[in-house]
Every structure is written in C-alpha cells, then in structure tokens.
C-alpha cells in the first residue's frame, strides 16, 4: 500500500485537488523520474517513448485516473469503475503519446473519461474546477451522465449501448486523415455481431483511412459475468483480428509481466512491483507508439490489452464493474482502493500539466468536434417541378436526382444503403456518386472512389453516417423501411446527442424507402411500418422530425429542407412507385414549413376530414372521398407532411435542445384546417404518428393504421387485410357524421 501523508502541508496541495482523501507521502523514483514533465507547451507528444521518464509519467497518468475514477463513483455510490480501469495504462500511453482524440465502445468507461476531461482541464468549460466539483456534479442533472456524451466538453462522441464506437473512429478517420482515432473496445462488447463486420467493410471500401486505432481491453469479463472469449487463447484471438483485415495485431498481456504468482489468465499489474509495472508500462507505451505509428501510415492496426478486469481499484472481475449503495467511500474496499492508488501532490501537479499539453492542448480546445467542420456550401440545388395531374412520377427517383446533385458538389457527401440503392428506384444515385467497391463494373456503377457505401449491415450503414454527421459532414442513411430497425439504436444515440452538443453540424438524414404496401409479394418479413413508432416517440424529443412527402414534388423540397437544418435527426418516408403529381414546389415548401396542405376541400352536408400520414395510402382515402363527396356530405383531405409542426409547444421539448425549433401551428391554424364535423387519422404505418392531431382535434374521430402484415399480391389486398379501404373509410365517415 501506498506511504501515506500523516499531515497534510495545505499548501502543497494543488487547487484542483480539493475532494481528493488520500494522498501519498511520497512516490517511489519521483525525484529522478518525475523531476520534469515530459510535455510541455512547446512538447505535446512524448519524444521518445523508451525514455523512462515518459515510461514513469504514463504509469503515474493510469494511476491518477484510476484514483479518479474510484473516488468519484464511490461518492455516488454508483457507476462503472472496473472496465475503464484496466484500460487506463492505453488510455494513458495515448493521451501522452498526443493522440486525444478517442472514442469508445463502452458507455460504462464513463467516469475515466470524465477523469481524464478533469485533468486536462476541459471540464472547467462546465464549472467543474476541482475535485470536489466533480463528485458533487457526477451523475447529476447538468453534470456528468452516467454514461458518455459529447456534449460534455473535450469528448468526440457519445458511447451507451456497445458495439458502436467503431463507428465514430471510423468517421473521424474519414473526414480527418491527418489525425489518429483510437477507439476502446470491450471484450463484453465484442459479441455484438456488427464491431469486426463493420471495420472490415469499411477497410475494404476505404483501405487507405486506416487512421482508427482500435484498442481491445481484453479483461476477461463483461457486466456480470466472464466474457464470451474469456476462454480464447491469444492466437486464437489473434487470429480472429487478422482474419478481419487487420495487418498488425499487437497483444500486451500483463500476465507476462506478472511477478506476484497471480493466478489466472488475467492479472492485476498494479500488483506487480515497482520494476515489473515500469517493464509492463515500457512495452505497452513502446507498442502502442509502433501501432499509432503504422495505423497512420496506412497498414490496418489493432492493440489487445490482456489484463485483469477492475485493475488498481475495489474490486476485480465482474465485480468491479458497478458500485451499489453500499459501496460509499467509507467501505473497506474502496478505501483501500483509493489507498492503493493514492499519488503525492506533486504527482497529481505533474499529471496535469502533462495532460493538458497531450495534443497540443486541453481536449476542449483541440479534438476535431469542438469546432465546425468546414463544409462546401451547397448553394441552390436544382430542383425538378414535376406539372401536376400530369402522369406518375416516382418519388424516390426525383429525390436521386438530388441526392446526386449534393455528392457532386461535396466530395465527402456519403450515401449508405444496405439492401441497394437500386431496389428502391434510386440507381440514379449509384449511376452518379458510383458505390464504393474495390472491383472496378461499369455494369453495376462500381469502383474504388464512389461515395455509395454499401455494406449489407444496417448498422454498418447507420453507424456511419451518423457519425459522419455528428463529426461535422453530410451523410445519407437509404434503408428499406421493413430493415431499417437493425440500425436504429446507432441512429438514436447520435440524436440524443445532437440535441446536446455545443456546435451546429449538419442533421443526419435518411430516407426509408418500400414500405410495407409496396412489398407485399415479399411477405411480412418484409412489411415492418411499426418503425414509425419509433420515430413518433422521438418526435417529443426536440429535434427529431419525421416527414411524408406525398409526391416527387414535395420530397425533393423535404429533402431541400433537411440540408438547410443543423443537429436534427430527419426521417423521409417515401414510396418507389409512380404516383401521382398532387402538389407543386412551393406548395411543398408551404407544406414543410406548417405542418401539412389541403390537397382536397369541398362543401356538403356536414364535413368529414381526412388526416394522412404518407404517399401511397392517399389511393384509398382519395377514392372514399369521392364517394363521400357523391353522396353529398363535404369532405377535405389533409397531407400530414410534418408531423412535428403539428404538436403543440409544451408537447415537445424543443427549447432543451441545441439548434431549436420553435415551430409549430397555432391553433387557429390547428382548427381551420383539420376542423369539422367527423375527423379520421389514416396513416399506412403505426397510429402514433397520428397523435399529434388526435390530441388537439375537439371532433369525432377515429384512426384507421396498420395492423400486420401479409403476403399479397398487390397493395390493396393489403389495404382489405388491415381494414384500411376505401370502402371502410366511407362507411366509418357516414357513421361519425351521424
């Protein structure tokens, strides 16, 4: 255990350190190796990584987080300390070595990285100046979620459910060449089935971005348990790297080092002795400079650190992964933690002014999304006013044309789609940007600098583009609606954080495409319109906006709309079969703008509205309004085009999030155009996007939705199955108005 200071000299004691209980009297070898700090305002990377003064300062750096980390969890009594902290030496090696700009895979690494934002001193952005600042703030509302976020200052990205770091190293590898992106993966995380597929995919597209560098912390255990590949041996392991592409794969397994007889595969290095943790931290700071080294020059690289899960903190293993109520810091175990870990007061001086020089700077003022991506300006783009009533236009065809129209004035502008651009009536993008294959096919639009990028993983495809776009650039997500949902916890995690962040980047957009009334052959494994749900959940949210263009018109002005927007996650819903023109350019653009449009309006007996979410389902209702309207009774059919608009103000929380909209119809508004006598919600998909005019509407209503999916022959067997016809529609209308 560490020599421990009796008497504390206050002025000794670094201002920031206030709320830190234990302190060392001394460290072993500081008088000779921790003399000087290695980096400094004119040095902002260790100049040689052998020199055993950096060797000592990179050991000391793991330490204080690791002391960090225990202290600010145990004053909440909850939190994740154990994975980050046998992490921490290649958290250290990295920052020291100058490469700050990191991601993980594991939202329960949280409060290390909260540490590391500490020392360096980023998070003095939000008031947190010393120690005490950050227990009182951690965990807290306006404080230090429980687990990661970019918006807290000096962090790239956000990290909840695993297996998506990858995803924003991989971003950030694209649209920065010139900087590393080490990203740290668990091995509890590496059962989800996308992290290798994913980079492997994305090096065979891209086989020169290999400036992400991800980093296995191979401990042995996941949340409760062993890990999956706990039982691997290291060339299994190894192998298992090298046969997704990677070139150079370096293990640094602590066990190598051991001189403790610990038992196990997995072992503590904090336990070893002074000389064996120095040799341990030597040839992990050495590697891990020859590995940043290769990754940047090209060559496919991954670092695997084999150590015991919960090293140098409470507890090991499983066990400490999470602190529960009684583990405060009076229990034994995290005060010997804190004890073990405990550094003198000039090693904490020492550990900061080394890490707010790592990079050139604190975090906060030099990892790449704490500015704004300069991008080009797109100016106006040309869009096609298709004459309406005229003959059938696709949707998806006319948003192409657009989509082309962005990549060629963008060169880093990406499109994903899993299930093919082709299939939903979009070749025209492929035919334009090219997809991104190493085999060179005029046939297929392929080749090796294409901008589609087509994995056959909906995660793959989600993950980066939403990083592309939470890292500052323009990105394109096409999915099949019914496929879509493999993608979207990706999706969510970067808008929750685009509603946070401190800087404008450009929304991430998608366009869900063949939705289940065009895929009736295909069955119901291919009609998945509940999707919707989810997005309609999302819309309280703030920032998340849904949209249902009704023809070729109006999704190129949606389209238009989305590129003008900034931290918003915006859905396109649209249809690949030829429908008709309903509506004009600027009526779209009225459209987007309120909400929805009349497309339909005439006086009868009584008033019956018809209130439409989508392109397609207009066919049934179109039809059953003219059978209303020949019998009499007045009839108005309304597009819903954008949801969001339609709420009310204190429905949504849009004054919490960054880039606000404050739009949204007045009720005067609400009740001229949805107003009369018997209102009816019709949407091809889930009723909850309907709930923003069921909400405010005072008439009779009713709601006809989707229910399950079928195989079918056409789409209006479909309609009949789900009790969606024009015939239903007719009889429930008469029925409401009496």
């Known amino acids: 255990m560490t020599n421990l200071m009796e008497t504390i000299d206050m002025a000794s004691i670094p201002a920031f350190c206030e709320g830190i209980q234990y302190f060392a009297a001394s460290m072993p070898e500081f008088e000779k190796l921790g003399a000087a700090s290695v980096l400094s305002d004119k040095i902002h990377a260790i100049p040689n990584p052998e020199d055993a003064s950096a060797v000592y300062q990179t050991m000391l750096t793991a330490d204080a987080l690791r002391y960090l980390t225990l202290q600010v969890t145990g004053a909440k009594s909850s939190g994740h300390p154990g994975g980050f902290a046998s992490s921490a030496d290649a958290y250290a090696a990295m920052v020291l070595l100058g490469h700050t700009n990191i991601v993980t895979e594991v939202g329960h690494h949280a409060p290390g990285f909260y540490s590391a934002m500490f020392m360096d001193t980023s998070l003095e952005e939000m008031g947190i100046k010393t120690v005490k600042d950050m227990r009182e703030r951690f965990r807290e509302m306006h404080g230090l979620l429980g687990h990661l976020s970019g918006a807290i200052p000096g962090l790239l990205a956000p990290a909840g459910p695993l297996g998506q770091g990858q995803h924003f190293a991989m971003a950030g590898a694209l649209l920065h060449p010139d900087k590393l992106f080490p990203v740290t993966i668990g091995d509890g995380g590496l059962g989800e089935p996308y992290i290798m597929s994913a980079m492997q995919h994305f090096n065979t597209a891209y086989p020169h971005a290999t400036?992400?560098?991800?980093?296995?912390?191979?401990?042995?255990?996941?949340?409760?348990?062993?890990?999956?590949?706990?039982?691997?041996?290291?060339?299994?392991?190894?192998?298992?790297?090298?046969?997704?592409?990677?070139?150079?794969?370096?293990?640094?397994?602590?066990?190598?080092?051991?001189?403790?007889?610990?038992?196990?595969?997995?072992?503590?290095?904090?336990?070893?002795?002074?000389?064996?943790?120095?040799?341990?931290?030597?040839?992990?700071?050495?590697?891990?400079?020859?590995?940043?080294?290769?990754?940047?020059?090209?060559?496919?690289?991954?670092?695997?650190?084999?150590?015991?899960?919960?090293?140098?903190?409470?507890?090991?293993?499983?066990?400490?992964?999470?602190?529960?109520?009684?583990?405060?810091?009076?229990?034994?175990?995290?005060?010997?933690?804190?004890?073990?870990?405990?550094?003198?007061?000039?090693?904490?001086?020492?550990?900061?002014?080394?890490?707010?020089?790592?990079?050139?700077?604190?975090?906060?003022?030099?990892?790449?999304?704490?500015?704004?991506?300069?991008?080009?300006?797109?100016?106006?783009?040309?869009?096609?006013?298709?004459?309406?009533?005229?003959?059938?236009?696709?949707?998806?065809?006319?948003?192409?044309?657009?989509?082309?129209?962005?990549?060629?004035?963008?060169?880093?502008?990406?499109?994903?789609?899993?299930?093919?651009?082709?299939?939903?009536?979009?070749?025209?993008?492929?035919?334009?940007?090219?997809?991104?294959?190493?085999?060179?096919?005029?046939?297929?639009?392929?080749?090796?600098?294409?901008?589609?990028?087509?994995?056959?993983?909906?995660?793959?495809?989600?993950?980066?583009?939403?990083?592309?776009?939470?890292?500052?650039?323009?990105?394109?997500?096409?999915?099949y609606e019914s496929f879509a949902i493999n993608g979207l916890p990706i999706w969510q995690t970067v808008i929750q954080a685009m509603a946070e962040l401190r800087r404008k980047t450009p929304s991430t957009v998608c366009l869900f495409t063949a939705g289940a009334l065009e895929q009736g052959r295909n069955g119901w494994t291919h009609q998945r319109p509940e999707i919707e749900a989810y997005f309609a959940a999302m819309m309280r949210n703030g920032n998340v906006f849904p949209l249902f263009p009704v023809d070729a018109n109006m999704i190129q002005v949606a389209y238009d709309w989305a590129l003008k927007t900034h931290n918003k996650g915006i859905v396109i819903t649209a249809s690949k079969t030829p429908l008709p023109i309903r509506t004009t350019l600027a009526q779209g653009r009225e459209a987007m703008e309120k909400g929805a449009i009349t497309l339909m309006d005439s006086e009868g007996k009584g008033k019956v509205v018809f209130a439409v979410t989508g392109d397609m389902v207009l066919l049934p209702v179109l039809e059953a309004a003219e059978a209303l309207k020949a019998q009499g009774k007045g009839v108005r059919v309304v597009a819903i085009v954008n949801p969001r608009r339609l709420y009310r103000p204190n429905d949504v929380l849009w004054n919490s999030v960054s880039q606000p909209d404050d739009k949204f119809m007045d009720d005067a508004s609400f009740e001229a155009m949805f107003g009369g006598d018997a209102l009816i919600g019709v949407t091809g998909g889930p009723s909850a996007m309907l709930e923003p005019v069921m909400l405010r509407s005072k008439s009779n209503r009713d709601v006809f939705c989707w229910k399950r999916g079928e195989t079918t022959a056409n789409p209006n067997q479909l309609f009949d199955f789900n009790g969606m016809n024009a015939k239903a529609m007719t009889e429930r209308a008469l029925s409401l108005l009496g």
């Open 211 to 479: 400036n992400f560098l991800p980093i296995l912390v191979w401990n042995g255990y996941s949340q409760e348990h062993h890990s999956m590949v706990s039982t691997w041996s290291n060339d299994r392991m190894l192998d298992y790297w090298r046969g997704h592409g990677f070139k150079h794969v370096h293990i640094i397994n602590a066990k190598d080092f051991d001189d403790q007889n610990q038992s196990g595969e997995y072992v503590d290095s904090t336990l070893f002795s002074f000389e064996k943790r120095m040799e341990f931290t030597a040839y992990l700071l050495k590697t891990a400079a020859k590995a940043a080294q290769s990754a940047m020059n090209g060559e496919l690289t991954a670092i695997i650190v084999k150590q015991l899960k919960g090293a140098g903190v409470h507890a090991t293993g499983a066990k400490s992964h999470n602190l529960y109520a009684h583990h405060t810091l009076e229990s034994e175990d995290v005060v010997t933690g804190l004890k073990r870990r405990a550094l003198s007061p000039q090693a904490w001086e020492l550990v900061r002014e080394n890490m707010k020089n790592a990079g050139g700077g604190p975090a906060v003022k030099t990892v790449v999304t704490e500015f704004e991506l300069a991008i080009p300006d797109l100016g106006t783009l040309p869009l096609v006013d298709f004459e309406v009533g005229k003959e059938n236009k696709i949707p998806t065809t006319a948003f192409g044309e657009v989509v082309a129209e962005v990549g060629k004035r963008d060169p880093r502008f990406i499109v994903t789609n899993a299930d093919g651009n082709e299939a939903s009536a979009m070749a025209n993008i492929n035919k334009a940007l090219t997809i991104r294959h190493p085999t060179v096919d005029g046939l297929y639009f392929q080749g090796p600098a294409g901008q589609v990028y087509e994995p056959l993983n909906e995660d793959a495809c989600a993950g980066l583009a939403v990083g592309v776009s939470l890292f500052g650039g323009r990105s394109l997500w096409c999915s």
